[in-house]
């Protein structure tokens, strides 16, 4: 079903009109989405169960597509002109697609995440432990997507990845990359070797760390990145049974290498696609 929205001020349109993260989660749990690949992405994870959809607003010229992948699901597929949207929604990013989501009752867990991975065989996951920024948690759902891991841990300190810059950062591989989220990452990596054989690595920029160069992965790995600004905390850190860094220029300062007051660092997504790259092809 299509509904055509010509005014601002039809009522229709409010859903569009809150779309600020706090105001969504305080309803119901909701999250927004745009541009139309994300939208598309996300309405196929809607698809597969892992999520419901609320409402959908299209430009005219996506009105076509939309109605028919919309088609299976109990949502009227609203149209209004892009300007109307922006008028409606306060910002310019959504490219003619937006819709708003409903949260699962709760964030899947371990459990969930290893019965979604290879059971045998090679596999890499990405451990988040406590990153806050919403460039880095979007960012890294997009390289994990197009590097190949089989899916994303966070613990309960990283920032929300359905927060709407981290679903438009990640290009809506949020709605693709399967993903869980444990309270402590150092519990986790302890249950993940008993569970599913899957070792825990982590990177950080430790004068003591296997240098990247050197390292050969264990076949089933588990990739743990820490906070932007301290790094993975120690009790994570002692979870690991290895440790790899990204070396730099050998020539560097002291005061520019790992520990210096003014070391030099890659910021966490940036270090996760290297280390990410070189456990896919590097590994027993």
């Avoid at 992948?69 to 209004?80: E, S």
Wanted: proline share 6%; hydrophobic share 40%.
């Amino acid at each position: 079903m299509t509904v055509r929205i010509t005014e601002l001020d039809d009522d229709r349109l409010d859903p569009f009109r809150r779309t600020r993260d706090k105001d969504l989660r305080a309803d119901g749990g909701k999250f927004v989405v745009e541009s139309p690949r994300v939208v598309s992405r996300f309405i196929d994870a809607v698809g597969r169960g892992r999520f419901s959809i609320d409402r959908l607003l299209v430009a005219p010229e996506h009105a076509a597509a939309f109605t028919t992948i919309a088609a299976p699901f109990d949502v009227t597929v609203q149209i209004a002109e892009e300007e109307l949207m922006t008028a409606a929604s306060g910002y310019h990013f959504h490219g003619g697609a937006l819709a708003i989501g409903c949260r699962p009752d709760r964030e899947p867990g371990l459990d969930e995440l290893i019965a979604s991975i290879p059971a045998n065989g090679p596999t890499v996951l990405i451990g988040l432990a406590g990153l806050t920024t919403m460039d880095n948690i979007g960012g890294i759902f997009r390289i994990g997507a197009a590097l190949g891991a089989a899916g994303i841990l966070l613990d309960d300190a990283c920032t929300d990845p359905l927060l709407r810059r981290c679903i438009r950062i990640s290009m809506g591989q949020v709605f693709r990359m399967p993903w869980a989220r444990v309270p402590s990452l150092a519990q986790a990596s302890g249950e993940l070797g008993p569970l599913a054989s899957i070792e825990s690595v982590a990177v950080e920029n430790l004068t003591d760390a296997t240098p990247l160069s050197d390292t050969v992965f264990p076949a089933r790995t588990m990739l743990v990145v820490g906070n932007e600004g301290h790094g993975i905390d120690s009790t994570t850190l002692a979870a690991c049974t290895h440790q790899v860094r990204i070396e730099g220029p050998s020539d560097l300062p002291e005061d520019e290498g790992p520990g210096g007051p003014d070391e030099r660092s890659l910021n966490a997504a940036t270090a996760t696609a290297i280390a990410l790259h070189a456990a896919m092809h590097r590994h027993h």
